[in-house]
């Protein structure tokens, strides 16, 4: 069992139940999110990447579901990462590393200041958005075989 105990007693995360349907959606949230930040990627890069980062975020937020458990209060969306990085115990750091990265950066020109999105970056974001997508199928899929009840949607 994989520990979330520090989460749970700083109030970043709580637990619950919710349905295969409720994971089902943040996926098909974090599917739609990719294929939309590619359709506008020539049109506005800073929305793409904003787009491709909230992708992320509901792929994180589809494991977290799975495992039953939800963000809480502000800066969810860091809380999700620290919750993937427990989860995939110290594998696709690299991975992470960039979605984190990116989060940071998406914080910025959301918040701050526009233009500091290239077409690259977006790209780049795109990319790891759909990586992660993978990553967190893959997880949930192996974490569903050893329990019959349980299973990821795909």
Known sequence: MTDYSKL?????????MFSLQQVSECLK???RDTATAK????????????IA???MNQAGR??????????????????V????????G?????????????RRKRNKVTYDTTGLISKKD???????????????????????SSNSKKRAPK
Do not use: C, Y
Not at 81 to 88: D, G, K, M, P, R
């Open 29 to 31: 949230i974090a599917r």
């Open 90 to 102: 110290g594998k696709h750091g690299d991975l992470l590393n960039e979605v984190d990265r990116i």
């Open 8 to 16: 749970l007693e700083t109030r970043r995360i709580a637990k619950g």
């Open 53 to 55: 980062h909230n992708a």
């Open 81 to 88: 990462v620290q919750f993937l990085e427990i989860a995939f």
């Open 122 to 144: 977006a790209e780049e974001a795109i990319a790891v958005a759909e990586q992660l997508l993978e990553v967190v199928v893959k997880h949930m899929d192996a974490g569903s």
């Open 39 to 50: 359709s506008i990627l020539n049109t506005s890069q800073d929305w793409a990447f904003n």
């Open 62 to 79: 589809a494991l977290m579901l799975h495992e039953g458990h939800r963000p809480l209060g502000e800066g969810h969306h860091a809380t």
